[in-house]
């Protein structure tokens, strides 16, 4: 590889373009949408205030789609940093049960008489630990061994999800309610682990989230390590070559990446479910969670506001039903806003001559300039 | 002797493979091209509701299968758009390719006053030979007690085994996965091979899918493959991106989703969940152990994959 290192100047895309596209995916996605739902013989119109008047009419709608869009801002943080630097932990989903497994087991076996603050934060943490646990199996071996990070953790994924359905549907392990003899379910966490609820349904995990994704976005644009990480990210040789240990970042990236996805799960065990539900967290949160990077270009701070759009979407959809339309509805929507997200990458990648009516000549006739 | 706890499982692996062979075989031609393509999932569910539907509405069985096969691939040209032309992230867009593809299919599953959702099958695939070969020792229920589409996928891996080692075209798919740069230089059309082979990808990723909704489940549900797509994405690698293995590992899956009900009869008992495990616990070991060797070399993964390839930066 005598290649001569060219550093080849990526054309910068104007701001309004990078706010633009992912607008525009969701329009895009909203009308595609549209016109499948008037081909199937249903009106689009009542279908979208249906969705809007669920997700936002009213202070219980709107706290619902706050508590649906909690673990996706972190599932979105989790990916996002990840994504960011070329490591492909497709495994949030594990990661987030995992941390929902570790987190449920300090808070059954917490003495019920531990001071509230201590409780919470010792069953937060062992959320996040637990992740980034989840997140090292896939994590040392990519850096030590070079294995594939996107196979191991989508079996991670599914590994995690048969033990915490063994946990508690399986087995009579100390996760399963004992009292709970007909139909098996978690068992609570103590009383003074769970977060207190301020408005309707939803409580302090909202800020967590919302914390973690500004730590997350001052780490990376505001410090020296956040810096070498974007290093990192560009290019292994350029961070090779100023002298960054390229494996040990690309680690802890991984390790962190699964703290914030176990982070999801713990703030669900502190928070709305109290203890660890199988089918509540079996709800493709960490899959949602990369549409919710993607979309928001891998912006931490971008994720909240697309986060509460993802989480609308999910609080929406059940509603869908009482109109008699399905709720994969929302599916087909969430997928539709990801595949224009990703085309639309295209054009803020490669800079266009004609960038007005970007929707209609993406494909065939974009013209390329070659810088 | 054909009764026997081993004959059934052996049996009742092949059956339960079978859509895995389908997948891995299209995502290794897929991947051979240097694409890879996460959407396995989203694609079989896609032909599992149509090859469903098609079959419900005609009673043919056939109709089904190349339904199926078209919806597939249909929805795989949106990968190969963002892909190939675009040359955007594949991970994410075959990651969309998923989500979309299942809401599609459990939209279409769902919708209008009569649904498909909890209807039995029109026609289902069944074993083809009369039952008195089928009742021959040993070798009546591992050659003759399969369906059409059991045949069909041992036709597939030959064929596309014979295609990717022993022909020309073959030969173009791994230059353009392996180094699209002189591939191109040497006259082949990367784009076009790379279209073709993620369609390839999609129609059998597709026919999998029916496998499901016309032979094993015999009446429609929301998600009638469990996470056979994903599975898929695995075996390739276990198969080293060849065929013949596939279809081995493919059966080794199998066996593994009935080893369940197999320990029972034996009256071992080992918790469902657990043996559930075991597949993607023996991917990740397999993994680790190919891994230590010659990296990817020893696995034979393709060069290119999952790079983008333009013709301007060369």
Same mark, same amino acid.
């Given at each position: 590889m005598s290649r001569r290192f060219i550093v080849e100047p990526r054309g910068l895309a104007p701001w309004w373009l990078k706010l633009l596209i992912p607008i525009g995916s969701v329009i895009a996605a909203l009308a595609l949408g549209a016109l499948f739902l008037a081909i199937t013989g249903n009106d689009w119109v009542e279908v979208y205030t249906k969705m809007a008047d669920t997700a936002f009419g009213s202070g219980r709608g709107f706290a619902e789609t706050l508590v649906s869009s909690t673990p996706l801002i972190l599932t979105g943080v989790a990916a996002a940093i990840a994504f960011k630097m070329l490591v492909w932990n497709i495994g949030g989903e594990g990661q987030l049960m995992f941390g929902a497994i570790a987190a449920a087991g300090v808070g059954i076996w917490l003495s019920s008489s531990t001071p509230a603050v201590i409780a919470v934060i010792a069953v937060v943490l062992a959320g996040a630990v637990g992740g980034a646990f989840w997140a090292s199996l896939a994590a040392v071996p990519k850096v030590y061994l070079g294995t594939n990070e996107i196979i191991t953790t989508l079996m991670l994924n599914f590994i995690a999800l048969?033990?915490?359905?063994?946990?508690?549907?399986?087995?009579?392990?100390?996760?399963?309610?004992p009292e709970a003899t007909q139909f098996p379910q978690g068992r609570p966490i103590i009383d003074n682990a769970r977060l207190p609820e301020f408005f309707h349904r939803l409580d302090w995990g909202l800020f967590i989230a919302i914390a973690v994704a500004i730590v997350?976005?001052?780490?990376?644009?505001?410090?020296?390590?956040?810096?070498?990480?974007?290093?990192?990210?560009?290019?292994?040789?350029?961070?090779?070559?100023?002298?960054?240990?390229?494996?040990?970042?690309?680690?802890?990236?991984?390790?962190?990446?699964?703290?914030?996805?176990?982070?999801?799960?713990?703030?669900?065990?502190?928070?709305?479910?109290g203890k660890m539900d199988p089918r509540s967290l079996?709800?493709?949160?960490?899959?949602?969670?990369?549409?919710?990077?993607?979309?928001?270009?891998?912006?931490?701070?971008?994720?909240?506001?697309?986060?509460?759009?993802?989480?609308?979407?999910?609080?929406?959809?059940?509603?869908?039903?009482?109109?008699?339309?399905?709720?994969a509805t929302v599916k087909i929507l969430q997928g539709a806003i990801l595949i224009f997200a990703v085309a639309g990458e295209f054009l803020i990648m490669n800079r266009i001559k004609r960038p007005k009516r970007v929707a209609d000549d993406v494909p065939a006739e974009a013209e390329v300039s070659s810088a | 002797m054909n009764d026997s706890v081993v004959m059934l499982t052996i049996v009742a692996a092949i059956g339960l493979g079978t859509p895995l062979v389908f997948a891995t075989v299209g995502e290794i031609l897929t991947e051979r091209s240097g694409i890879l393509n996460l959407g396995v999932q989203g694609m079989m569910l896609i032909g599992a509701v149509m090859g469903f539907w098609a079959t419900f509405q005609t009673g043919s069985l056939w109709l089904g299968v190349i339904v199926a096969m078209i919806a597939g691939a249909a929805l795989s040209v949106i990968h190969a758009f963002n892909s190939v032309t675009l040359r955007v992230s594949q991970i994410v867009s075959g990651l969309a390719l998923t989500i979309f593809g299942t809401g599609l299919?459990?939209?279409?599953? %769902?919708?209008?006053?009569?649904?498909?959702?909890?209807? +039995?099958? %029109?026609?289902?695939?069944?074993?083809?030979?009369?039952?008195?070969?089928?009742?021959? +020792?040993?070798?009546?229920?591992?050659? #003759?007690?399969?369906?059409?589409?059991?045949?069909?996928?041992?036709?597939?891996?030959?064929?596309?085994?014979?295609?990717?080692?022993? *022909? %020309? !075209?073959?030969? *173009?798919?791994?230059?353009?996965?392996?180094?699209? =740069?002189?591939?191109?230089?040497?006259?082949?059309?990367? *784009?076009?091979?790379?279209?073709?082979?993620?369609?390839?990808?999609? =129609?059998?990723?597709?026919?999998?899918?029916?496998?499901?909704?016309? =032979?094993?489940?015999?009446?429609?549900?929301?998600?009638?493959?469990?996470? =056979?797509?994903?599975?898929?994405?695995?075996?390739?690698?276990?198969?080293?991106?060849?065929?013949?293995?596939?279809?081995?590992?493919?059966?080794? #899956?199998?066996?593994?989703?009935?080893?369940?009900?197999?320990?029972?009869?034996?009256?071992?008992?080992? +918790?469902?969940?657990?043996?559930?495990?075991? !597949?993607?616990?023996?991917?990740?070991?397999?993994?680790?152990?190919?891994?230590?060797?010659?990296?990817?070399?020893?696995?034979?993964?393709?060069?290119?994959?999952?790079? +983008?390839?333009?013709?301007?930066e060369r």
């Open positions: 048969n033990l915490m359905q063994y946990l508690v549907l399986g087995s009579f392990s100390p996760w399963r309610d997350a976005w001052f780490v990376i644009s505001k410090t020296r390590s956040g810096f070498e990480y974007r290093i990192v990210g560009d290019s292994f040789d350029t961070a090779r070559y100023v002298g960054i240990k390229v494996p040990r970042k690309v680690l802890s990236v991984f390790l962190a990446s699964g703290a914030a996805a176990g982070l999801a799960g713990s703030i669900l065990v502190v928070g709305i479910l079996d709800l493709g949160l960490g899959f949602t969670g990369i549409i919710v990077a993607a979309l928001a270009r891998l912006n931490p701070i971008a994720i909240i506001p697309v986060a509460i759009l993802m989480g609308a979407l999910n609080n929406a959809g059940p509603a869908l039903q009482s109109i008699g339309v399905p709720s | 299919a459990i939209f279409i599953g %769902r919708a209008g006053s009569d649904a498909l959702v909890g209807r +039995p099958s %029109r026609a289902i695939f069944e074993s083809i030979f009369p039952q008195s070969l089928i009742d021959i +020792p040993i070798v009546g229920p591992l050659i #003759f007690g399969h369906d059409a589409l059991i045949y069909l996928s041992w036709v597939v891996v030959g064929v596309a085994s014979y295609y990717l080692f022993h *022909t %020309r !075209p073959g030969l *173009t798919v791994r230059a353009v996965g392996e180094d699209p =740069a002189s591939a191109e230089s040497a006259g082949i059309n990367v *784009t076009r091979v790379r279209y073709i082979h993620v369609m390839l990808g999609g =129609a059998l990723a597709g026919l999998g899918g029916a496998y499901f909704s016309l =032979a094993l489940v015999p009446s429609w549900q929301d998600n009638p493959i469990g996470s =056979a797509g994903w599975i898929a994405i695995a075996l390739v690698i276990l198969a080293s991106w060849r065929p013949w293995r596939a279809l081995w590992v493919a059966y080794l #899956f199998g066996a593994a989703g009935r080893i369940n009900f197999t320990f029972q009869t034996l009256q071992i008992n080992i +918790p469902a969940n657990l043996l559930a495990m075991l !597949p993607f616990i023996l991917a990740i070991v397999a993994m680790l152990i190919l891994a230590s060797g010659k990296r990817g070399r020893l696995l034979g993964a393709p060069e290119a994959l999952g790079i +983008p390839y333009s013709r301007e």
